[in-house]
């Protein structure tokens, strides 16, 4: 079972920022919070992973909580072309594992 | 340098006959995962191979399904004797093998069984 939990949908404004939630209170020390998405039917993309430090990439930002229990996916500028399911994933560390796809939470991009 | 390459794209099977997938990982990618996502349902990891060792199959269906990984070309899922319910994307991911490394995903073969 997916160790995280995320609202099932979320829509926003083209142009705007979309910030999609999720929680991981069960989190252990050694895990990383991964994000991917997918669009339509497509594979799943990566799109940027954190252990405890917030991140930053040429796609998004990811905000982790200094407790861990949760973070942020940023999407800062949303287009129509992000239109996607995003799961964010929980996964150990350094072990190859394999990542347990929860049902993620649909963003829907507004012209 | 080219992404993670499935195929075929979309392939067409009876009752009965099998179904052979192939991956072609990321260059100077050694591991390769394979995962299945059912109509109207999530993705579900199979299975996990290195070159020629299967490291994690805690995911395979218990018959008919087999995977392999070569020394040399594609990994491969094989399907004996497709039922109607094996209908679903298939999709291959690869990483390089190593601490924190990252999976990227094939574009999936989706199999119909008619």
């Known amino acids: 079972d997916a160790k995280t939990t995320q609202p099932p949908s979320m829509d926003c404004a083209e142009g705007r920022a979309a910030n999609l939630p999720c929680n991981h209170s069960?989190?252990?020390?050694?895990?990383?919070v991964y994000w991917y998405r997918q669009i339509h039917s497509q594979g799943p993309q990566y799109i940027i992973h954190?252990?405890?430090n917030n991140e930053t990439n040429e796609m998004a930002s990811l905000i982790i909580t200094e407790d861990r229990k949760s973070s942020t996916l940023i999407l800062p500028h949303a287009t129509l072309r992000d239109t996607a399911v995003y799961y964010c994933?929980?996964?150990?560390?350094?072990?190859?594992?394999?990542?347990?796809f929860g049902k993620g939470i649909t963003l829907s991009v507004r012209p | 340098n080219a992404g993670v390459m499935q195929n075929p794209r979309h392939l067409v099977r009876r009752r009965g006959q099998e179904a052979r997938l192939r991956c072609s990982p990321m260059?100077?990618?050694?591991?390769v995962y394979w995962y299945r996502q059912l109509p109207e349902e999530g993705l579900k990891f199979m299975v996990y191979?290195?070159?020629?060792?299967?490291?994690?199959e805690s995911g395979m269906p218990k018959e008919r399904f087999s995977a392999e990984f070569p020394k040399e070309g594609p990994s491969i899922l094989r399907i004996q004797q497709v039922v109607r319910g094996d209908s679903a994307a298939y999709f291959c991911?690869?990483?390089?093998?190593?601490?924190?490394?990252?999976?990227?995903f094939g574009p999936g073969t989706r199999l119909t069984v008619l």
């Open positions: 991911a690869s990483s390089p093998g190593q601490v924190t490394d990252t999976q990227y």
């Open positions: 069960t989190i252990s020390g050694n895990e990383y």
């Open positions: 954190g252990l405890k």
């Open positions: 994933i929980v996964r150990v560390d350094g072990a190859n594992s394999k990542l347990t």
């Open positions: 260059k100077g990618h050694s591991h």
């Open positions: 191979l290195q070159k020629e060792n299967i490291i994690d």
